[in-house]
């Protein structure tokens, strides 16, 4: 790595007033403090409380769907999105190679199988085209089910995936799915603040599934949330997340197995005041994405991904593409050495011990893209 590379890790560190940057940190001020301050203070701190309800309220406003429901982790939530989606035991997604293993484990959770398809450069999330070109190779229509000719299963639905905030090509997928009869439930965990042609995503499937992990665009700590334009389904998703109980003064009665995924309050007081910042952070990571944008002007064989056309992304996390001569390994060790944390996208699924010997799809770009990309510091800058 030459002296360029030692100015551009520089400049970073002088950015962010730090000897070692991390990667993505979350941010708080005074309001976290004085919501949970309040929880604490009012006893209402686990699975009850008017936090949780104010959350979902304003997440369903901030995304523009009907309803919201919160749960525990984002996994959690895409547990229960691919489950009141429709999903069954036995039947096969479609998702991208190319996402960070919760989505994989959400369809295995109910029994489905995880198909893999590629990715395209342009977005980094799944390719409507290549989707298309798979489905007619290897699926046919009988009635009003997708059947994967080579297994004998029935494909269910497709997960597109918003890698590190920028959104798929949403139109182009929602086509795909009405003609071959997919339901489209979208992996929303990275893209809180994210639109395709001005409607947010997570807006455009039958369900989708937010994360508020510690380390995503907001954080309620540990959380999660399943989104749905649809009262039934929200009904049914609030049901199933909280023990399947059926409202009563004081009986126990359960109507069927739930999970006991809802969101603390506590937590969901954290995620109240961090969805107000919400404008605030984004125009942060704007600003962040203009300042990578010229610092890496003078060095050579990289350049930094920007928001793919007709999309406004959350730059959730930064992101290096590195063309040709450079070794993906070498940049992130002299990054990291450097007080630079650095780190590479996921390991492709069929590349993972539990998911090696499942159906997939030509994975040449994922293949491709997983050497070429390096993420950098990534939290927004000034104290909001
Ligand atoms: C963060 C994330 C999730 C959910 O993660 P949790 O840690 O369970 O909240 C799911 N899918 C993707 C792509 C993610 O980045």
């Known amino acids: 790595m030459n002296t360029k590379w030692v100015e551009f890790a520089k400049q970073i560190k002088e950015h962010y007033k730090k000897d070692f940057v991390p990667l993505h940190e979350p941010t708080f001020n005074t ?16 699975s009850v409380g008017a936090y ?6 304003e997440l369903a406003r901030f995304t523009g769907v009907k309803r919201a429901v919160a749960v525990m982790n984002g996994t959690a939530a895409l547990h229960i ?87 798929v090509e949403l139109e182009e997928l929602q086509l795909v799915c009405e003609k071959y009869h997919l339901a489209l439930v979208e992996d929303a965990a990275e893209s809180l603040g994210s639109y395709y042609k001005g409607k947010h995503t997570g807006s455009f499937g039958k369900v989708s599934a937010l994360s508020f992990n510690g380390n995503k665009i907001i954080t309620t700590g540990g959380g999660g949330a399943i989104l749905t334009d649809d009262d039934e389904l929200a009904n049914y998703a609030k049901h199933i997340t909280t023990t399947a109980k059926v409202p009563h003064l004081w009986e126990f009665d359960h109507d069927e197995i739930g999970f006991n995924y809802r969101l603390p309050n506590i937590n969901a007081a954290l995620g109240c005041a961090q969805l107000e910042k919400m ?31 007709h999309t406004t992304s959350n730059y959730w996390l930064q992101t290096l593409i590195l063309d040709g001569h450079l070794e993906r390994d070498e940049v992130l060790t002299f990054l990291n050495e450097n007080g630079v944390m650095s780190r590479p996208i996921w390991s492709p699924m069929h590349k993972l011990k539990p998911y090696a010997q499942l159906p997939k799809a030509d994975l040449s770009a994922t293949e491709r893209l997983n050497q070429k990309i390096v993420n950098i510091p990534s939290t927004p800058i000034r104290e909001v």
């Open 279 to 309: 404008p605030e952070f984004i125009d942060q990571k704007r600003l962040l994405t203009a300042f990578y944008e010229e610092l890496i002007g003078p060095l050579e064989g990289v350049r930094l991904f920007k928001e793919p056309e």
């Open 52 to 57: 949780v309800t104010r959350f979902e309220e």
């Open 81 to 167: 999105a691919l489950m009141v989606a429709g999903v069954q035991a036995n039947e096969e997604i479609f998702m991208p190679a190319l996402t960070f293993i919760a989505t994989a484990n959400a369809a295995s959770y109910l029994g489905a199988v995880p198909h893999f398809v590629d990715v395209s450069e342009k977005t980094l999330g799944l390719d409507p085209q290549k989707l298309e070109a798979h489905i007619i190779k290897i699926g046919e229509v009988i009635g009003n089910q997708l059947i994967n000719k080579e297994t004998g299963r029935v494909i269910r639905a497709v997960v597109p995936m918003h890698t590190f905030g920028h959104p």
């Open 31 to 46: 309001k976290e403090l004085e919501y949970v301050t309040d929880c604490i203070e009012t006893g209402w701190v686990s």
